[in-house]
C-alpha cells in the first residue's frame, strides 16, 4: 500500500495542500494589513467602515459593494461560519467568488489537495482582492488629498 492509498497524502500533495493555505494567509494580510494602514492614514479605529463611507459619499457604490464582499470573505476566511459568512451565503450569486456551502464544494470531490476555508481562494480571488485594495485606495486619495496610499 502506498500513502497516497491508505492516507491520500504525499509529499505533493502535502506541498499543493500547503500552496493553497498559503494562499490563505496571503489574503487575510493583505487586507490586515491594509486595515492597519486605512488606520493609521484616516486617523480612526475602523478604517474599513471609514473607507466604505468615503466610497460612499464619493458615489462609488459599487466598489463599495465589491470591497464590502471581499472584506466579507476574508472574515469567513479567519472566523470560519459567523455572520460574515451567512452574509455571503445569502448573496451568493452576486459575489464574483465561490462561497462553500453543502451543495457548492470549494474543491471538488476526491481532490486530495483541498483546503478548508468557505471560500474558494484561488488567483483570480487573489488578484481580485489586491486590486479593490488598488481601487480604493486611489478613490480614497482623490476624496481625502491627507491619505497617502
Do not use: W
Not at 26 to 40: D, K, T, W, Y
Not at 55 to 69: I, R, S, T, V, Y
Not at 107 to 112: Q, Y
Amino acid at each position: 500500500m502506498t500513502l497516497l492509498s491508505e492516507t491520500g497524502s504525499t509529499p505533493p500533495i502535502k506541498n499543493l495542500q500547503a500552496l493553497k493555505l498559503q494562499r490563505m494567509i496571503q489574503v487575510v494580510g493583505m487586507f490586515s494589513i491594509f486595515e492597519a494602514h486605512l488606520q493609521r492614514r484616516l486617523n480612526c479605529s475602523n478604517g474599513f467602515k471609514e473607507a466604505e463611507t468615503i466610497l460612499e459619499k464619493a458615489g462609488e457604490l459599487a466598489l463599495k459593494e465589491d470591497f464590502h464582499n471581499c472584506y466579507l470573505a476574508v472574515n469567513a476566511l479567519k472566523h470560519g461560519e459567523g455572520s460574515s459568512y451567512k452574509i455571503l451565503v445569502s448573496k451568493i450569486h452576486s459575489v464574483p467568488f465561490v462561497v462553500e456551502t453543502p451543495s457548492n464544494p470549494i474543491f471538488e470531490e476526491g481532490d486530495v489537495t483541498g483546503i478548508d476555508g468557505l471560500i474558494k481562494v484561488d488567483d483570480s480571488f487573489l488578484e481580485n482582492c489586491l486590486q479593490l485594495i488598488e481601487d480604493v485606495s486611489e478613490k480614497i486619495a482623490l476624496n481625502r488629498p491627507d491619505f497617502i496610499s
